[in-house]
């Protein structure tokens, strides 16, 4: 198994549609090997394969809580088959947005059909973390990022942070030291 470098916003891989996966084969499975292990180390609850640059529609979760035992998902071509007409908020983190949680609403509950490591057919009705964050992952596959659902104020303002952050690494500035001084400036499209 591999650690895979996880890509962060802005970047134009993170808003790609990704390709169905046409077979699940043995680098499929690789794959979702390597974004599980990716995804623990972070740590994180969930990891789409666009955020370690890979264009397919492949996603892994392990929602369980601290001292239940792991639970792992693999999925493959995920789709939301069925949506809860009611709205749950859930405070969002991302793996590509380091550092930054906002509050998100999203359907409160969802039916997920897709194709497990073995290609064979499956569905999974979920609420709470798993619905919130299955919704999350299926969300990357479409190159959309939890910051498409802030308004568009919230989002440039953490867009533009990061992307000193990321001019500051190339500088190889200090981390602590990247005030941002122009909070006020005007806004841009990323
Ligand atoms: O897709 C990602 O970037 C992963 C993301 C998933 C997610 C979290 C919360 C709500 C919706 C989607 C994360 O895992 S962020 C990190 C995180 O939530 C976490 C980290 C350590 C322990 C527990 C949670
Ligand atoms: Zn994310």
Request: with cysteine.
């Amino acid at each position: 198994m591999a650690l895979l470098p996880i890509l962060t916003a802005p970047d134009p891989r993170l808003k790609k549609k990704a390709k169905p996966v046409a077979t699940i084969d043995d680098g499929v499975r690789k794959l979702m090997a390597d974004m599980l292990e990716t995804m623990y180390a972070a740590p994180g609850v969930g990891l789409a394969a666009p955020q370690v640059g890979v264009s397919q529609r492949v996603i892994v979760l392990d929602v369980a809580r601290e001292g239940e035992p792991l639970a792992p998902m693999k999925l493959a071509n995920p789709e939301i088959v069925w949506a809860s007409e009611d709205d749950a908020s859930y405070e969002e983190g991302c793996l590509s947005v380091p550092e930054h949680y906002a509050e998100v609403v999203r359907p409160r509950a969802v039916k997920v059909r897709y194709l497990d490591e073995t290609g064979a057919p499956r569905e999974i009705e979920a609420e709470g973390l798993l619905a919130t964050c299955l919704q999350h992952e299926i969300d990357h596959l479409d190159g959309i990022l939890f910051l498409d659902h802030l308004s568009a104020l919230k989002r440039n303002m953490i867009l533009r942070k990061l992307l000193k952050e990321k001019k500051a690494a190339e500088r190889g500035d200090d981390k602590d030291a990247k005030d941002d001084k122009h909070e006020d400036s005007p806004q841009h499209t990323l």
